[in-house]
Nanobody, 119 residues
Framework: QLQAFGGGLVQPGGSLRLSCVAS????????MGWWRQAPGAQRDLVAT???????NCADSVKGRFAISRDNFKKTVWLQMNDLKPEDTAVYFC???????????????WGQGTLVTVSS
């Protein structure tokens, strides 16, 4: 089970930090990530991180967003800076046994947290 929280309303240029905590019987989780889905749009990959700490971010958020994790606490964070109105979306955390799977078809999904960037 993945629980995501930290969304909210923020002005353009502002920052938010999303958190996702894994609990329960989740097996072989070697990669975690964040996806987002804007109204009327498909769900897109935002960032990923492996157990070893290797990260990757979508081009649209590079230099503004950063993903990190604490394996002991089973928690992954998404630090979002310089937010733009086009970042408005429901953000979902995800987990999978491999980086390949978390970027295509994650085994586990969180419930989503809404981020609204508006003045």
């Amino acid at each position: 089970q993945l629980q995501a929280f930290g969304g909210g309303l923020v002005q353009p240029g502002g920052s938010l930090r999303l958190s996702c905590v894994a609990s329960g019987n989740m097996f072989s989780i070697n990669a975690m990530g964040w996806w987002r889905q804007a109204p009327g749009a498909q769900r897109d990959l935002v960032a990923t991180i492996t157990n070893g700490g290797n990260t990757n971010c979508a081009d649209s958020v590079k230099g503004r967003f950063a993903i990190s994790r604490d394996n002991f606490k089973k928690t992954v964070w998404l630090q979002m800076n310089d937010l733009k109105p086009e970042d408005t979306a429901v953000y979902f955390c995800a987990a999978a046994p491999s980086i390949a799977q978390v970027t295509t078809n994650p085994r586990y999904w969180g419930q989503g947290t809404l981020v609204t960037v508006s003045s």
